[in-house]
Structure formats: C-alpha cells, structure tokens
C-alpha cells in the first residue's frame, strides 16, 4: 500500500454529544486542497451493512481528490 492510500484511509476517533459517543473518522485532503468539505454520514439498519464499504471507498477517494472528508456511525 503506497503512502498516498494509507494517508486517504483516515484517522478514527470518537465524537462526544451529550451521553452519547459515535466513531468517526476525518480523511485528510491530499495532493491540491479543493477547500471543500464533504460530510458522510452512514446509512441505518440492513442498508448500513451493505453500504459500509463503499462509504469507506468513496471517502478514500474524495481525500485522494483533494476533498477533507468526515464520515461517522450513528
């Protein structure tokens, strides 16, 4: 795996509302920034299971095109 891949695949942490807590992860730009930020927020239920891959996929692949990209689970 090259550098550029291991940096799109983002950094996990968790976010704090209230009594609650959610994992997310924030995928850094790389290359030329867009200055654009773009939210993924995962789908419920059976729908989250299948799309749980391609949510990842899509945020490595806007990082890779210079997106900053915060993708968290309910």
């Known amino acids: 795996m ?5 940096q799109a695949a983002g950094q996990p942490f968790y976010l704090q509302a209230g009594d609650s807590t959610c994992l ?17 927020c995962q789908a419920i239920g ?11 996929h899509i945020s490595e692949a806007l990082a890779r ?8 689970d309910y």
């Open 2 to 6: 090259n550098s550029m891949h291991t």
């Open 24 to 40: 997310a992860w924030l995928h850094a730009a790389q290359g030329r920034p867009r200055g654009v930020n773009v939210l993924m």
């Open 65 to 72: 095109a210079g997106f900053d990209v915060l993708r968290f």
């Open 46 to 56: 059976y729908e989250a299971l299948c799309a749980y891959g391609a949510y990842r």
